[in-house]
C-alpha cells in the first residue's frame, strides 16, 4: 500500500477528529469523574484481585501498594496527559500523526488494534466462566495453558458468538448500556465481598485486618506463583494504564476538559474503580478458598447477581474494545466493508480466548501491552514540552510532510528492544522504558535536525 | 413515569447492597441476601434504562 492510500486511509478512519474541540462542547468535571468511575469497572477486575492474592501479597503491602500505585497513576494523567490535552484539543492519534507522520501512525494503530484483540479476548474468557457455571463446565486453573475441555472452547465460542455479532450490529447502544450496568456492578462487587466476609471468620469491621492478614492476603503465593511485594502492587496500579496516562491515550477523552486540573478526575477511576474492585475480587478469591474463576467467585459471593455481574462486565468492556480493533483494522483492509474487518477481528479474538493463559497470566500481559504503546506517549510529552525549550522544532511530521519520523521509531522499536532484554520482571520495565523513550527521542531529534539545519546551511 | 423509574432504580440499589451488610452483621442468612440482590438486578435494569442518559 502506497504511502498516499495509507494516509487517505486514517485521514477516513479519524474523520470526525481532525479538529480541536469547540469551546462549546467542553465538559464538566463531574463528567469525567463519572467516566472514569464507570471505565475502571470491567471484567478484568474480577480476575487482578484474585491474582494478586495467589502471588502471596501481604495485605500491608497490597493496600499501600495500591495505593501508592494509583496516585501515582493519577498524578501522571493530570501532569502528563491532561495538560497537552487541553492545549491541543486533538485525540491522541491526530497528534501523533502530526508528530509521528501517517505512515507510523498506521503500524502503531495496527500493533494497538492487535493488543486490544487479546484484551478483548481476556474479557470474554471472564465471561464464559460465569456463562459455564450452569452447564458444569469445569473451570481452567491458575497453571492452565491450553483449552481445558470441549465444553469450555463450545463456551467461549457462544460468548464470542454473541460478542462480535452485537460489536457488528450496535455498538453505540451497548456502549451506554455498559454506562447503565457501571453503578450497579460496583455495588456487586461490594455487596458480594461484604456478604463473604462471615465465612472468612470476620464477625465486625475491627476483624477486617485481622483477616486479612490471616485468610486473604496471606504472604503465600499459591504453588508455581511467583512472591509479589509492596514493588509489583504499587508499579502495577501504576502502569496497567500507562497506554492512557504516560501512553496519552485519553488524551482523546481529556481533550474536551475546560481545565488541565480534570485530570484529576482519574481518582475516581483508580479508588472507586481499582481500589474497591480489586479489593473485592481479592476477599471473593479468598472466600473460595483459592478459586480464580471469575464467574464461580462471584457467584459464591452473590449469587445468580454476581455470575450476571461477571457476564455483564466482560461483555460491555469487550464490545468496545472488539469494536476499536476491527476500526484499526480497517485501514490494512480497504476494500472490506466494517462488519467483514470486525467478524475477522472477533474470529482471532474468540481463539485467543479459548486459551485460559490468557486470563490467568493477565499480570503479565496488562503489562506488556503498556510497555509496547507507552514509548508514543513519551514521544508526545518530549515533541510538546522539551524540543521547543531545547531550540528544536515539534510537529515535524507535520510540518515537513514527512510519512514516517524516523526519530519517533527509532525511539519507540529501541526503547521496547532495550526493556524487553532487561533482566528486570516485566511489571518493572516500563519504568526505565520512560527515561530511554525520553533520552533517545530528544536525542535522536537534535541529531537528526541539527544535521538537517547544517545541510541546508541556516538556523532551525 | 421517570421520578417512578428513579425511585425503582434506587431501591434496586439498595436492595443490591443492604441485605449484604444485614447478612454481615449476622441478620440475614446468605440464601435471602442471594435471593434479594437478583430482584434489585431485575428492578435495576428494568428502571434505570427508562432515565439514565447517554
Known sequence: ?460 | MRAAAIVASALGLLLTIVPACLVFAGCLTWQTHAHLMTAGMFLWFLTAPVWFRD
Request: include cysteine; charged fraction near 10%; charge should be positive.
Open chain 1, 1 to 460: 500500500m502506497s504511502a498516499g492510500t495509507v494516509t487517505e486511509r486514517l485521514d477516513a478512519l479519524y474523520e470526525f477528529d481532525r479538529e480541536p474541540v469547540r469551546e462549546d462542547r467542553l465538559q464538566h468535571f463531574s463528567n469525567f469523574a463519572g467516566l472514569y468511575a464507570g471505565e475502571h469497572v470491567a471484567g478484568t477486575e474480577f480476575i487482578i484481585g484474585p491474582l494478586f492474592v495467589s502471588h502471596g501479597v501481604t495485605a500491608p503491602d497490597f493496600f499501600l501498594g495500591l495505593i501508592a500505585g494509583n496516585i501515582l497513576a493519577v498524578l501522571c494523567w493530570a501532569l502528563c496527559c491532561a495538560p497537552v490535552a487541553v492545549r491541543t484539543r486533538l485525540t491522541f492519534y491526530w497528534q501523533l500523526r502530526r508528530v509521528c507522520g501517517p505512515a507510523l501512525n498506521f503500524v502503531y494503530c495496527i500493533v494497538n488494534a492487535l493488543m486490544w484483540c487479546i484484551l478483548a479476548g481476556a474479557m470474554i474468557g471472564v465471561s464464559a466462566t460465569a456463562v459455564g457455571l450452569p452447564f458444569g463446565m469445569p473451570m481452567p486453573q491458575l497453571t492452565d495453558f491450553y483449552p481445558t475441555s470441549a465444553s469450555w472452547v463450545a463456551v467461549v465460542f457462544g460468548v464470542g458468538a454473541v460478542v462480535v455479532v452485537l460489536a457488528i450490529l450496535g455498538f453505540e447502544r451497548i456502549a451506554w448500556f455498559g454506562k447503565v450496568c457501571s453503578p450497579w456492578m460496583c455495588l456487586v462487587f461490594i455487596g458480594a465481598a461484604i456478604a463473604v466476609l462471615p465465612k472468612l471468620g470476620c464477625a465486625s469491621p475491627g476483624d477486617f485486618w485481622r483477616v486479612a492478614n490471616e485468610k486473604i492476603w496471606t504472604g503465600v503465593p499459591f504453588g508455581g506463583q511467583s512472591k509479589f511485594t509492596f514493588w509489583h502492587v504499587m508499579f502495577f496500579a501504576w502502569f496497567c494504564n500507562i497506554a492512557w496516562h504516560i501512553g496519552m491515550g485519553d488524551m482523546s477523552v481529556l481533550r474536551y476538559a475546560r481545565k488541565w486540573w480534570y485530570g484529576f478526575a482519574s481518582a475516581f477511576g483508580m479508588f472507586f474503580g481499582h481500589f474497591i474492585a480489586w479489593t473485592c475480587s481479592g476477599v471473593l478469591c479468598a472466600a473460595a478458598q483459592g478459586g480464580i474463576a471469575p464467574g464461580p467467585i462471584a457467584y459464591g459471593g452473590a449469587g445468580i447477581a454476581g455470575a450476571v455481574c461477571v457476564v455483564i462486565a466482560g461483555w460491555t468492556t469487550a464490545n468496545p474494545t472488539l469494536y476499536r480493533a476491527g476500526l484499526a483494522f480497517q485501514v490494512v483492509t480497504p476494500n472490506w466493508a466494517r462488519w467483514k474487518v470486525t467478524l475477522a477481528a472477533g474470529v482471532v479474538t474468540t481463539i485467543a480466548a479459548c486459551f485460559p493463559a490468557l486470563v490467568m497470566k493477565l499480570l503479565d500481559f496488562v503489562a506488556v501491552y503498556g510497555l509496547i504503546l507507552m514509548p508514543m506517549g513519551v514521544v508526545i510529552l518530549a515533541d510538546y514540552w522539551i524540543l521547543p525549550r531545547l531550540g528544536l522544532r515539534s510537529e515535524v511530521a507535520a510540518r515537513d510532510g514527512l510519512t514516517v519520523n524516523w526519530a519517533a521509531a527509532i525511539a519507540w522499536l529501541a526503547t521496547v528492544g532495550i526493556c524487553v532484554a532487561m533482566g528486570i520482571e516485566i511489571f518493572f520495565k516500563s519504568f526505565p522504558g520512560i527515561l530511554i523513550a525520553l533520552v533517545l527521542y530528544v536525542g535522536i531529534s537534535a541529531l537528526f535536525q541539527r544535521r538537517a539545519v547544517a545541510r541546508a546551511g541556516g538556523a532551525p
